[in-house]
């Protein structure tokens, strides 16, 4: 039985910028997990893991050898970026899985059972916050609640699959807002609105584009120029509202 570990939420918290580790492996895109999906290519994730990489200098690559050398490393940065491929089948949460290679992957018990200290994690993976929601089942587990129940104060990781082009580009988005002083809360929010706004193809705007990626915790900003958290948040809210009702109005013309 693991012991609870959940983070305590603190809207004073700040990130070191040189403390990001980056993981992004590259999958052949003929193997087929061991679960019966096929891996493909994540164009999007090497695009995000390039993108990165110049985009803060000093960050670490990270790269593995086996699922216990990915569980080590990965707990040595206040900042995570992990690209990847992740399995996760509403009907049985308990067996998701998140694969650092085509053949080695890494199971939901063994991240509940890590422990970790970053203040945010970016999982940059389909269905990666994906739970049992049948029956109001709410204590269902999930990557993206292992990895809050490890110690991690803030993680952003997506509902369902999304379009790899489209993940890549809010992340970039989210990022570039991140890295000028705004909360990872916020950052999000204005990385959606900045995607809507240079949609082209009117279908690309409807929310199961971009409304998959969500937050968990209170928010984290960079200690050297962070601003106030909870002015943000209630832009977010304000800000939100506003997507949706221009979304709605949008789509009654």
């Known amino acids: 039985m693991p012991s609870f570990k959940y983070a305590q939420l603190d809207l004073t918290k700040s990130l070191v910028l040189d403390d990001f580790g980056i993981f992004a492996p590259k999958y052949s895109g003929k193997a087929a997990s061991m679960r019966g999906k096929t891996l493909g290519r994540l164009n999007g994730a090497i695009d995000e893991y390039e993108w990165l990489s110049n985009e803060f200098s000093n960050s670490d690559l990270i790269t593995v050898s086996n699922s216990e050398d990915f569980l080590n490393k990965i707990r040595n940065y206040e900042i995570l970026h992990l690209a990847m ?10 067996e998701a899985v998140m694969y650092i290679s085509d053949d080695e992957e890494v199971d939901l018990e063994t991240l509940y059972n890590t422990g970790l200290n970053s203040k945010l994690v970016f999982l940059s993976s389909c269905q990666s916050a ?3 929601d049948s029956n109001n089942n709410i204590s269902s587990r999930s990557i993206h609640r292992a990895f809050a129940h490890s110690g991690v104060s803030n993680t952003i990781a997506s509902l369902y699959e999304v379009p790899d ?3 890549s580009k809010i992340t970039q988005e989210f990022y570039t807002h991140l890295k000028a002083g705004n909360s990872s809360l916020f950052s999000l929010s204005l990385a959606k609105q900045k995607y809507l706004k240079g949609v082209k193809i009117n ?3 409807h929310p199961y584009y971009w409304s998959g990626l969500v937050h968990n915790g209170l928010g984290v900003h960079f200690a050297e120029t962070g601003k106030n958290t909870r002015l943000d948040n209630l832009v977010i809210m304000i800000l939100s509202i506003s997507i949706m009702i221009s979304y709605t109005l949008s789509q009654m013309r």
């Open 85 to 94: 491929h992740t399995v996760a089948d509403a009907s049985l949460p308990d």
């Open 130 to 132: 994906r739970v049992d």
């Open 165 to 167: 082009d489209v993940t």
């Open 203 to 205: 279908a690309l705007s």
